[in-house]
């Protein structure tokens, strides 16, 4: 199912590496297995990021510019930060700010898809053609404009996405509304007396859940790499806060005197792409068996 182009498209390793590992797990119950269980493990480490970080984030806690040790397992950074807390902080903001711009867009778009799909005719033109306006702009260039116009700034960097990336849902609801309204059993409902109301929220509505799970799985790659693209360009939250795309982009600098600055970020980006990857993989394969 077709998702929106994230602001910066993943490189071409990460796709060949992500089809490999497709074509040798893809449709095994051990590859769902593995592809949950390292979904599992970012959720773990992301919700535990504040108790597992072995320093404060955005205070200096060595000298800068010290490659990975014992006391500092992936290095400090410039000014003498643990790269290590700043990471794991990343990661958590990244992952959790997807969810976050997903569950807005499930709940915008699958609200309006949702009406204008059950009632048709002069409604639905009317919805659909709102979502149309925000389809037909430029989402990068739309988000970029009003994180600039908002202020640089975390809250403000999600509401930007958000903004651009709630008509897909909505028109994936949509469509999967109007495809249930021809069956049988829509059709034996209202003849039983149902309501529009009910026949949307009890019928059409359980019916379209499983298309919207699988696009909300398949988006939460392209959510990461566009928050962090965002936050490459310095738009995301001012520093010192932890943002993987804002070290990566402050560490290019220092790629070839001391490439653990941005390096680790990137990885953490990387990692992050991937597990969700193989996670939308797994579970759209497990709703398209059912």
Do not use: C, Q
């Not at 994180?147 to 999600?158: D, E, F, K, Q």
């Amino acid at each position: 199912m077709a998702v929106a182009e994230p602001f910066i498209a993943p490189a071409p390793l990460l796709g060949r590496f992500r089809e490999r590992a497709r074509s040798a797990f893809a449709g095994t119950p051990a590859g769902g297995w593995v592809a949950f269980g390292a979904v599992g493990l970012i959720l773990l480490v992301t919700m535990l990021a504040p108790v597992l970080v072995p320093y404060e984030p955005t205070l200096p806690v060595g000298k800068p510019l010290t490659g990975p040790s014992g006391s500092n397992l992936l290095g400090t950074d410039e000014i003498g930060r643990d790269i290590l807390s700043r990471v794991l902080m990343g990661m958590g903001s990244s992952w959790w700010g997807a969810m976050a711009v997903i569950a807005s867009g499930l709940l915008i778009g699958g609200a309006i898809g949702l009406v204008a799909g059950a009632a048709g005719g002069f409604v639905d033109g009317l919805f659909m053609r709102f979502t149309d306006v925000f389809l037909a702009m430029p989402g990068a260039v739309l988000a970029i404009a009003v994180v600039a116009a908002m202020g640089p700034s975390y809250t403000n960097t999600l509401v930007a996405i958000g903004i651009v990336w709630w008509p897909l849902y909505a028109r994936i609801m949509r469509g999967e509304v109007r495809r249930l309204r021809a069956s049988p059993h829509i059709e034996a409902a209202r003849l039983a007396g149902a309501g529009r109301i009910r026949l949307a929220v009890r019928h059409l509505l359980p019916g379209a859940t499983p298309s919207m799970l699988v696009a909300a799985s398949l988006d939460v790659s392209a959510l990461v790499l566009s928050l962090a693209g965002l936050s490459f360009l310095g738009l995301g939250a001012p520093a010192p806060a932890p943002e993987l795309g804002a070290m990566t982009a402050r560490g290019v600098t220092y790629l070839f005197t001391a490439w653990w600055v941005p390096i680790m970020p990137a990885t953490a980006v990387f990692l992050l792409a991937l597990v969700a990857n193989f996670g939308g993989d797994a579970i759209r394969d497990r709703l398209r068996d059912r």
